[in-house]
């Protein structure tokens, strides 16, 4: 007849593999215990011969609690390859350059410059006579000169004209022209002039005289805007017509005596 195993077999297994659990945890536990052991042997002796202290989060174990990686900040060493600057000089030398550069591009660019106006030439006029006056309607060409590298925009010119000083026309225009940047714009305007003095009125109505010449002093003034400013400009010239009849032909202006 076979042996049938009995109970008491099976609780006698069931308590060895519990024994050689617990020696088995008992000894993970030592290995542990001698570890920490020899950590803080090696610490103490660290200690000892070179003057240092624990550190105050591990005491030396080496071993932080769990939940403080976050909290707790690791220690370079200053030979550490991290903390040696690399290029640092290149990228400062570099950096002012380029600012330096681009301040002077935008000072170059919007530095504002001159807006010139200057004279061209008388390029007609017409001659009418009346009973008690010469009527002159006067067509000149002025140039306006933009050295900015925006537009300039041009408002109010105002022309008036002299002879002997004496006023003898105006002409004011609101809006005159827009200047293109690095350009020159050819504007042209008339004035009406009227002459009253008797002696002036038979001089031009006099047929013995092949050319009546008359001098015209023409004083004007301009408003430019460009870069968020208003600027006044002025000039002064003379030019010179034929009063009596309508020969006037296209001639340049003359500048004012010194």
């Known amino acids: 007849m076979g042996a049938v ?79 040696k600057p690399r290029h640092t000089k290149l990228y400062v030398a570099v950096s002012v350059g380029v600012c330096l550069v681009a301040s002077a591009l935008v000072l170059f660019f919007l530095f504002p410059r001159t807006v010139i106006l200057s004279p061209v030439e008388v390029k007609s006029s017409y001659v009418h006579f009346s009973d008690d ?39 004011s225009v609101k809006n005159v022209t827009s200047v293109k940047p690095l350009s020159t714009e050819m504007y042209s305007f008339m004035i009406p002039i ?34 968020a400013h208003y600027e006044q400009l002025s000039l002064e010239t003379y030019e010179y017509i034929d009063c009596g009849t309508n020969s006037t032909i296209a001639h340049s202006m003359q500048p004012p005596p010194p």
Not at 49 to 67: E, L
């Open 5 to 83: 195993p009995s109970k008491c077999d099976g609780d006698t297994g069931e308590s060895g593999l519990q024994q050689s659990e617990s020696e088995s945890g008992q000894d993970d536990k030592q290995r542990m215990i001698e570890e920490d052991g020899i950590k803080k042997w090696s610490s103490n002796r660290r200690q000892s011969s070179g003057g240092t202290v624990h550190c105050p989060t591990c005491q030396g174990t080496g071993r932080i609690p769990r939940g403080q990686e976050s909290k707790l900040v690791a220690v370079i060493p200053c030979n550490d390859q991290r903390l």
């Open 194 to 227: 009227k002459l009253t003095d008797p002696g002036l009125g038979d001089y031009c109505k006099k047929p013995s005289i092949n050319v009546h010449i008359l001098y015209v002093h023409l004083q004007m003034s301009m408003t430019v805007y460009y870069m």
């Open 133 to 171: 006056a010469v009527h002159i309607n006067i067509t000149n060409v002025l140039n306006i000169t933009n050295n900015n590298f925006v537009a300039v925009q041009a408002y109010n010119l105002t022309v008036q004209a002299l002879n002997f000083k004496t006023v003898v026309g105006t002409v």
